[in-house]
């Protein structure tokens, strides 16, 4: 798995009370399956592109979008599943 560690650095900014903590979200995305995990990581908190990731993780420019749709509509599940 390629991850950065970018995110590891972020601490909860202010978040309007409706929308999601960066903690939660940080919670939800380590539950996705790995392959979704660090095509999310690397698009949101690296901000490669679709083929930088492609490249990087040895696929296509669609599987990682793919992928990352996937993951985000496991994320927008969760969350909503919280409110």
Known sequence: MI??????????????PEEPSLAMLLSQ?????AEQKEIVFLKVFDGLTFKEIG??????ANT???????????LRQAVEGKR
């Open 64 to 74: 990682a979008a793919s992928r990352y749709r996937y993951g985000l509509a496991k």
């Open 29 to 33: 995305i380590e539950k996705l399956p």
């Open 3 to 16: 991850l950065s560690g970018a995110a590891s650095g972020f601490s909860a900014a202010f978040v309007a």
């Open 55 to 60: 490249s990087a993780c040895g696929i296509s």
